[in-house]
Structures are given as C-alpha cells and as structure tokens.
C-alpha cells in the first residue's frame, strides 16, 4: 500500500468515487489540498461565495444524478455552506461539503476561524463527521458519499482538521461499506404491493401524487407506463415537475398552493391517492383537515420517517420509487382488470374543472410586459427543450406553471427551503455538468443580486447561462401577501433603489440586454440565445400581476383565490 498524506488521500478517494469537478473557495485550512489539487486532473471551479458553491454542487447533482462535492476552509467559510447544506437536505439532494478546521490540538480553544460546524451543520444534514485520525480518512470519506447517494439523498459535511490533512497514512480504500444502523430498504413488500394493486383497480375516482422522489430514483417510465395502464391522471409537486411529461393528456400540471385548479379540484375529489417520492408537505396539502377527504392513500417512500408523518396512510410501500412501481407493474398484468368507463368519467370531470378555470392571464395586454407572457416565450422560443433553474418567489412559480416540462431534471428549483439566491450558481452547475446545454435561470430582481457576483464565475469558466430577470421592482411573493391580507401594506417590499442591470451585467463582463415593452421581449430572448456567453435579460414586468391560482394559509385545496377580488372571472 502507498503511504500518502491526509490531502492526497482525499484527492485519491475522489477519484475513486467518480467525482470530476469540486466547486468551492480556498482558505489557510485546505491550502494542503489545493497544493495536490491543481496538478490531480480534477477541476477546481472557485465561485465567489461558499454559499455559491453549494448552490452550484446542487445544481450539478440535480442535473446528474451523481453527487456534487465542494471544498471550503474553516470557519466563516464553513459557516457559509449552511444555507446551502440545508437547502440540498430539504430537496433530497446528494451534496457532499468537505470543510477545512483547525488543527486538532487547537479544537475547542476559540482558534483563529474555528466553529463547531459539525455542531452547527447537524440539525440541516443527513450526517456529517469530524475526522480525527488520517488513517480513518479514506474509510469516512467512502461512508460520506455511500450516505449522500443512498436512500433518500441528502447533504453530508465532512470536516477535516489541518493536521490530519498533513499527516500522512497508508491509501487503502474501501470497496464496500455497511452501516449496521443505516440500512435503506428499497424492495417493497410483495404483500403491501398487492394490497396497493387492489385499492388501484377498484377506484372509481384514482390521482398519482408524483414527487421529486420519481426523479431522484429515475422512475418516470414506470409511473407513466403504470399512469396508461390504469388511466390514471398524474399531478406533480414543484419537486416532481418533469417526472410526467407536462403534454400528456393524464398529465394535471402542478397542485398545491399555486397549482392549477384542476389538479387541487381533482386531489380534494379523488377516491384514491397513489403518492410516489412526495411527503405531504404542507405547501400541497394546504389545510390538513380537509385535505383529499374522500380518498384512501397510498404511499411510496424509500425514507420511513416521512409515512404517517403528516397523514396517515392505508398503504405504506417503503422502497425506493422504482422498484416500487416496478414491483406493481408486474403484479397488475400486461391487461389489468378495471372500470375502464368509470376512469373516463372521471377525466370527463378534470377536463370540465380546467375548461371552466383554466390557468390563464390576460393575454391582451400590451401596455408593459406580462411576467407570465415572459415565460411563455422562452417555451416558445427554446422548444420546451431548455434547462430552467430558477430563484424563488413570483417567477418560481410562474414558471412552474408556463413552462411545460417533458423530461426528468430539466426543471431546478429550491423546493423545501425556498432559497432566494439559488438559481444563478446552481444554473452554472447545471451547466458544468452539462456542456452544451440552453440553460436560463429565471430570477426575480431580489433574489438575482444575492448571488449576483457568480457573474464572475460565469464569464472566467466560461459558462454560457441565460438569465431571465422578471423585474418588477419589489419582492413580489412577499408583497402579494401584503396586497391580499395586509391591507396594502407594503412595508419592506418595494425595492425603491436598484442598479442598472445591463451594465452591471456588461461590469461583470457579460451581456446585458433590457425589454421595456411587449415588441421587445422576443428579440431579446432571440439575441440571448444566439449569445455564446452568459446573457442578462432584464424584463421589466407589471409589478400589479399576482400569481394565481393561491392557496390562502389555513385553507383547503379547494378554497382556491382565482382572480383579484374586485376584478370578474376570466
């Protein structure tokens, strides 16, 4: 065996577990593993924040599928990846951060940048560790990527003291791992699965609840293979968007707090809820006592702890999405048994819900730029085919609700945390991981300036992404709660002072490009995608337009807000 030192080590075991490319910022805690980093042959990308960095990794791993990993120092660079640690949990998402500390001796003694980031870190990762001996190095790091990518997904930190990272150890690395305490279960039970084929064939009134689980398993042939076979409509959490193709005709778009009309109708009317890699959050299922009320549920996780966690379920299927699926295709029969005119009854009346209040905004107008008439184009105009990252508010939402997706990982978003600042560094990891990409972050103007120095990332690797600014000069989602239950107030929302973002765009070195008025917003998405660099497109949007169909708090599904209260139905 070879004898290397700490940092070597971890280079070597990155190596061994595929990883190709680290996002992150140096610090006197990790210059040990710059120093073997830069001639090792994996890529180093410096982003101009930790927070960044995370975001970036994310963004890599949501696209992929495979893990993203990002090096920081100690302290405050530490302490910055906790948004994005947290973020990354919440969302199921295989993170790794590699965090330099101090040396060991020092621990404890208030150390120049020292933080208990293990401590702090706890409470938003699936697990973390502080590596106390080189010679303990390579077997902790293969746990980390083995916990990070197995059952449900999630964010690991792994903390390295200087001293172990300079000491030096023999390089054996594991081939396998077992953690007698952490044993994910990814087969279901076959009794479990017959009792889900039972309830699914005599439903007159079925709906697949489809969650980002279905992307992050890679089971979306089986769901739309299982949706045909029953003819069973299919509605998507914000995760999941992508899990169905969004043209299908069983497909209902979104449900939840801003979801279409007739995919909360048709949960709040179903007999029969078949819920796949979702957990219930509270931003679906609104009110809880009055959620879905004439249906049974069954519920498909790989994580236990997340059935009956909200709602008690009639059958609990813990597996991995997959198999699951799998494993009832495969009990229900090439040619399943079921009330064939019944189902077409029942999309009769989901068809009416949409017919009656479909998602829509006044497509007329033309006295400033429509912020959904915004997405629209980019749809249009990309062929339904672009990666679409974006921040969170407003925006997030409409483009949730007009870009329709086709596939699995096209749509990034921050789902469980709502991190404002997330899409411009995980677009540029998107990008990272998939070269040749269209890849267009769609921001609002709050959330574009937290993480707006990652311009810089963009132009020095050379990363071509399109940012779509829907800028209306306030916090749009915040202040839309102000204009419906504060009386107006809108206090702390209207962002009165802002910079020029053409030319902060064009300061950074990218381009920078404006529409003022509807004529414009075509060619200007037409010249950003033509760009070969990172484009800033600042659409300049009716700060008025409120995002619709809303889900007041403590309301049910079907307690919908369609339109503003003084204006008539569409």
Not at 68 to 73: A, C, E, R, S
Not at 171 to 179: E, V
Not at 334 to 356: C, H
Not at 427 to 455: C, H, K, W, Y
Request: glycine share 10%.
């Amino acid at each position: 065996m070879t004898t290397l030192s700490g940092a070597e080590i971890l280079i070597e075991c990155w190596k061994k577990e595929g990883v190709e490319v680290i996002f992150g910022y140096p610090g006197a805690a990790t210059v040990d593993i710059h120093h073997h980093l830069e001639n090792s042959g994996l890529k180093f990308i410096l982003t101009r924040h930790e927070q960044a960095a995370v975001h970036a990794a994310d963004g890599y791993a949501r696209s992929t599928g495979r893990p993203g990993v990002v090096l920081v120092t100690s302290g405050p660079g530490a302490t910055n990846t906790v948004t994005g640690l947290g973020g990354a949990n919440m969302d199921s998402v295989p993170v790794l951060v590699f965090s330099g500390q101090v040396g060991r001796m020092l621990i404890g003694n208030d150390a120049f940048q020292e933080v208990d980031i293990v401590g702090v870190t706890r409470p938003v990762t699936k697990h973390n560790y502080l590596v106390m001996s080189t010679s303990e190095l390579a077997q902790t790091v293969k746990e980390a990527f083995y916990v990070a990518t197995s059952g449900r997904p999630g964010a690991v930190l792994v903390d390295l003291p200087k001293d172990v990272l300079a000491g030096q150890a023999e390089f054996d690395y594991p081939r396998k791992i077992h953690l007698r305490a952490y044993q994910p279960h990814l087969t279901p039970h076959p009794r479990q699965v017959q009792k889900a084929v039972k309830l699914l064939k005599s439903a007159k009134k079925p709906i697949i609840y489809a969650g980002g689980g279905v992307i992050s398993s890679g089971a979306d042939e089986e769901l739309r293979k299982l949706a045909e076979l029953l003819t069973i409509p299919v509605t998507n959490t914000l995760m999941g968007l992508g899990g169905f193709p969004g043209t299908h005709e069983l497909s209902l778009g979104m449900l939840g707090m801003h979801g279409l009309y007739r995919a909360n109708m048709a949960i709040q009317s179903a007999d029969l809820i078949l819920a796949v890699g979702a957990r219930f959050d509270d931003r679906v299922t609104g009110a809880l006592a009055s959620f879905a009320p004439e249906a049974g549920i069954i519920h498909i996780d790989v994580d236990t702890t997340s059935i009956d966690k909200v709602l008690s379920v009639d059958v609990p299927l813990v597996a991995d999405a997959r198999q699951a699926l799998k494993a009832i295709l495969e009990a229900l029969g090439p040619v399943p048994d079921y009330d064939q005119s019944g189902r077409r009854q029942w999309l009769e009346k989901i068809a009416n819900w949409n017919a009656k209040f479909p998602l829509t905004y006044d497509r007329t107008f033309r006295d400033g730029i429509k912020p959904q008439a915004v997405i629209e184009a980019i749809y249009r105009l990309t062929s339904g085919k672009a990666v679409i990252v974006t921040e969170v508010g407003q925006h997030q939402m409409w483009a949730a609700q007009y870009y329709i997706y086709q596939s699995p990982r096209q749509f990034i978003t921050s789902g469980g945390l709502g991190v404002m600042g997330f899409g411009l560094p995980a677009a540029l990891g998107v990008l990272v991981a998939r070269p040749g990409s269209t890849v267009i972050d769609i921001s609002g103007d709050g959330s574009f300036l937290m993480n707006v120095q990652e311009l810089t990332t963009a132009v020095e690797e050379k990363l071509p992404v399109k940012i779509a600014i829907l800028n209306n000069g306030c916090l749009g989602m915040v202040r839309q709660w102000q204009e419906l239950f504060y009386s107006r107030r809108y206090a702390a929302t209207l962002l009165k002072h802002e910079p020029d973002f053409v030319k902060l765009a064009e300061a950074f070195g990218a381009k920078g490009l404006r529409a003022s008025s509807f004529d414009e917003v075509e060619p200007v998405i037409v010249e950003a995608l033509n760009s070969p660099g990172p484009v800033v497109m600042d659409f300049r949007v009716c700060p008025e337009e409120l995002v619709y169909p809303m889900v007041p708090g403590g309301k049910g599904l079907d307690e919908m807000i369609l339109h503003r209260p003084e204006e008539p139905p569409a």
